[in-house]
């Protein structure tokens, strides 16, 4: 089994955090696994689904806020620690999938659109609390669109 695929297991096992796997890695990236943030923006159709997959826009311009994060990688994507396809990797890492954030039997406060840019900019939780999650996201609105937008379809 090689590394990536063990901290991909850890992860998922909730005995190691994404920042713990991260730093494993060096780079944020998962060992060619085309989760961290070294794949070519220009490989993806919309400006969400790049976001998502490598951690930049379209333009190539991080999204991640270095200096505000707590995990400093270069460069965090969403799929990184919630998985290629958004579902998550247990309750460190929960599904990101805009069906099931905005579900009401997941949460007592389902988020919507504005409650998720919220998150994305102040890191608060639909129901107000704090995440915590050690990252920080510097977006443009329309990057905060494109991606939410990319969250519907997963």
């Not at 890492?93 to 102040?122: G, H, M």
Request: aromatic residues 6%.
């Amino acid at each position: 089994m090689g590394l990536a695929h063990a901290l991909l297991i850890a992860a998922a096992a909730g005995t190691l955090g994404c920042g713990d796997m991260a730093s494993m890695m060096g780079d944020g990236s998962v060992d060619g696994m085309g989760m961290g943030g070294n794949m070519d923006p220009r490989n993806f159709p919309t400006n969400g689904e790049t976001i998502f997959r490598t951690g930049h826009n379209q333009s190539g311009v991080p999204v991640q806020d270095l200096g505000k994060s707590a995990m400093n990688m270069m460069v965090h994507s969403c799929q990184m620690c919630h998985g290629a396809d958004g579902r998550g990797m247990g309750m460190r890492a929960p599904s990101i999938r805009f069906q099931d954030l905005s579900d009401p039997t997941q949460y007592a406060v389902p988020y919507t659109e504005d409650l998720l840019k919220r998150f994305l900019d102040q890191e608060i939780k639909s129901d107000g609390t704090h995440a915590n999650t050690g990252v920080a996201w510097k977006m443009s609105v329309q990057d905060e669109d494109d991606l939410i937008i990319f969250l519907k379809i997963l």
